[in-house]
């Protein structure tokens, strides 16, 4: 209270806004140009091509569903189940749930650059728009695909919902911390961008999209399952496939390594704004 | 009002360190328009993105009242693969105001006619300039930021668009950055020189524009 009569009227007024309506205000504002961004995503993202946003749902399912088939048509058995194509298309879509959403929200902020001009705009804005639109069409992606693919199985599948909510919970937590930290480190060292896109390439083949890590030899088992992307993958499997014996899965590591990728995402985020940086 | 309180902010572009302001404290009362003077490169756009709120502080604060504008007749924002319709329409979203009645109000000001519906990447320079500034006319500040004020469109669309600003400027003020000391005497009341890390504030412009000039003959 004392310190509250200290402080000169405009400062008392300011103070009571504050805690009367502003914070609400802040959010409402918020809400609305995240709504702005993600109407605004919709219409750009494949703006040249006939069609247009129908492509961001088409394009992976066509993707994916094609390998699929292809790879369930060579006949191998899969590792799990009897079905191929389930078992790839589970691999895939669980990778895509971090990979997907990584890259697209990594180029959040240097793609709308110019809309960081708007005094209104907070960078994060940009940033929750990809996130809720790329969350949306992830979903809408994997559904059509996981209920074709069902059909390709003759055993039946109980599905656990824990699991794949867990899953794509946490892949899109990595994804966004790791996104956040690019964002500072991409605009400081550009070499840096070149070393990631690299060093990242061969993630596909090392995250357990096709195989099953728990099967590995024993070095390499250890190796692959220390990938939290490896873990996400196997943590969204266990959805579809009952499994006896150890998958792998190190639930303490995966909280453990979202949790900190989120925090050093944001501490870079927030301590370096290289949003509004000049080039 | 704008106030200033012990600011400080320094920018650091490839290595070179340059101090903008350096603990200022000032206050811009509301009700009449500030011309900002400085020499190339004191950080008068600088300052102008500080007042907006697109740039932070090193130290100190910035306490705004009011409704403070982007640069006026700013374009970059414009997506190209979008039209001129839709462009207005994400500004009118961000900035919480009627997007019907903005878009109708930018229709009937940049006189775009059909292109108004085109991609903006069809657009000519000054088309772009035209939407550019009827998105700015279109929604009321309580500040308009000027860098450079730039004159777009042929004689008549200058005239409009002159006589639009002026018109708001009766309930708005305005905070320009301009070279030209003719256009700070007739959109300004007040100045700030800024100099070597330092703002003066001057109640009258003409005193302003006095200091600077003796400023730039002292180098």
């Not at chain 1, 180029?107 to 994060?124: C, D, E, R, T, W």
Request: hydrophobic residues 45%; positive net charge; charged residues 15%.
């Amino acid at each position: 209270m004392q310190a509250i009569r200290a402080l000169k009227p405009d400062r008392l007024y300011l103070l009571a806004v504050s805690v009367r309506g502003m914070p609400l205000n802040h959010l409402t504002t918020h809400l609305r140009i995240v709504s702005a961004f993600v109407i605004r995503e919709i219409a750009t993202r494949y703006g040249r091509s006939p069609g247009g946003y129908v492509w961001a749902l088409l394009e992976p399912v066509a993707f994916i569903g094609l390998m699929s088939v292809l790879l369930g048509a060579i006949g191998r058995l899969p590792a799990l189940g009897t079905s191929f194509t389930l078992f790839y298309a589970t691999g895939y879509l669980a990778f895509n749930m971090y990979k997907g959403m990584e890259g697209y929200l990594a180029s959040a902020i240097s793609g709308n650059k110019s809309l960081m001009s708007y005094p209104k705009v907070s960078p994060f804005d940009a940033i929750v728009a990809r996130l809720i639109l790329q969350g949306m069409t992830s979903c809408v992606v994997a559904w059509v695909i996981l209920y074709a693919a069902l059909w390709t199985t003759s055993q039946p599948v109980t599905i656990q919902w824990s699991c794949i909510v867990e899953a794509i919970a946490f892949a899109w937590i990595m994804a966004l911390g790791v996104a956040l930290g690019n964002t500072v480190l991409f605009f400081k060292f550009p070499l840096y961008q070149k070393i990631f896109d690299i060093v990242m390439r061969p993630l596909f083949l090392l995250s357990g999209v096709f195989y099953v890590p728990a099967h590995m030899p024993h070095p390499f088992s250890d190796i692959l399952l220390a990938n939290p992307v490896t873990q996400i993958v196997v943590l969204f499997r266990d959805g579809f496939y009952v499994q006896h014996g150890d998958t792998g899965l190190d639930m303490p590591y995966l909280i453990a390594i979202s949790a900190g990728l989120l925090f050093f995402g944001m501490l870079l985020f927030t301590l370096f704004p290289v949003a509004r940086a000049r080039d | 009002m704008i106030r200033l309180e012990r600011a400080t902010k320094e920018v650091r572009m490839k290595g070179v360190r340059k101090m903008i302001i350096d603990d200022v404290s000032v206050t811009f009362p509301r009700g009449k328009s500030i011309g900002l003077l400085g020499r190339n490169g004191a950080g008068k756009s600088t300052l102008l993105q500080i007042i907006a709120g697109t740039l932070e502080l090193d130290r100190g604060r910035i306490i705004r009242q009011g409704k403070i504008s982007w640069p006026l007749g700013f374009q970059g924002s414009f997506q190209g693969n979008l039209s001129g319709e839709q462009n207005v329409r994400f500004v009118a979203r961000i900035y919480g105001v009627n997007t019907d009645e903005l878009v109708a109000y930018v229709a009937e000001f940049a006189e775009l006619g059909q292109f108004y519906h085109a991609p903006v990447r069809t657009y000519s320079s000054g088309m772009k300039a035209r939407l550019a500034f009827g998105v700015s006319m279109g929604i009321n500040f309580d500040y308009y930021l000027v860098d450079e004020i730039t004159a777009v469109g042929d004689t008549n669309f200058k005239r409009k668009s002159q006589q639009t600003f002026k018109e708001k400027l009766s309930n708005s003020d305005v905070i320009m950055v301009s070279h030209s000391t003719g256009t700070l005497r007739d959109y300004c009341q007040t100045g700030i020189v800024l100099e070597n890390g330092q703002m003066t504030y001057y109640d009258d412009i003409n005193e302003a524009i006095a200091v600077h000039e003796s400023n730039m003959k002292r180098h």
